[in-house]
């Protein structure tokens, strides 16, 4: 039934346990693991990054591939196929423009990600996906002790 599944992430606990449950699926599926994490510089990208090096695009890109990094090597250690890719621009526009450059069969994502001004600013992620979207989309939800996170 699927055969592509894209997973982004951006570190956050509820990213962490989407991804779980992608190998999960892409396990039961025989299915690709497409891990995908954007660097998102617009103009609150870099809000999030107090204190990190001086050019906070490089950071964004450096803790982007750390959070793909993992994803990988979460899949192959569970016998899955993954691939892992970095983008820069906005998360939502992002996720959906790869969606469909690798014809994803399913999308499975963190009900939220860091949150704070930036989702104050620009909305959620995980609804934008799911009302612009042409995908299916399995939203996670990391459970209570995460809510705080």
Aim: glycine share 10%; hydrophobic share 45%.
């Amino acid at each position: 039934m699927f055969e592509r599944i894209l997973v982004p992430t951006d570190g956050s606990p509820h990213a962490t346990t989407a991804i779980e449950d992608a190998i999960e699926l892409a396990a039961d599926q025989d299915a690709t693991l497409h891990a995908l994490s954007v660097a998102d510089s617009g103009p609150l990208g870099d809000v999030r990054l107090p204190g990190e090096a001086a050019n906070p695009s490089e950071a964004l890109a450096e803790r982007a591939q750390g959070f793909v990094d993992d994803a990988v090597e979460r899949a192959e250690a569970a016998g899955v196929e993954a691939t892992g890719t970095v983008r820069n621009g906005p998360p939502s526009s992002e996720i959906l423009e790869y969606g469909r450059e690798i014809d994803a069969d399913v999308i499975v994502m963190g009900s939220r990600g860091r949150g704070g001004l930036h989702r104050m600013a620009v909305g959620s992620v995980a609804d934008h996906v799911i009302r612009f979207g042409e995908f299916r989309v399995l939203v996670v939800d990391a459970g209570e002790d995460a809510a705080d996170a």
